[in-house]
C-alpha cells in the first residue's frame, strides 16, 4: 500500500486527474455493452 490521501485535483484539461499529495494512485472502470437484454459487463474476468 503506497499511503496517501483520498485527495485529487483535476488538471486545466478538465481530464487528467492527479492526487494532492502525489502519491500513486490508479482508476479503473469497466466496459459495458448495451443488448436487447441488457447492460453486459465485458471486463468482467
Known sequence: MAGGRNEYRADPDGWTLRTVDGSRAAHIEHTI???????????LP
Open 33 to 43: 455493452a448495451i443488448t436487447e437484454d441488457g447492460p453486459r459487463i465485458l471486463t
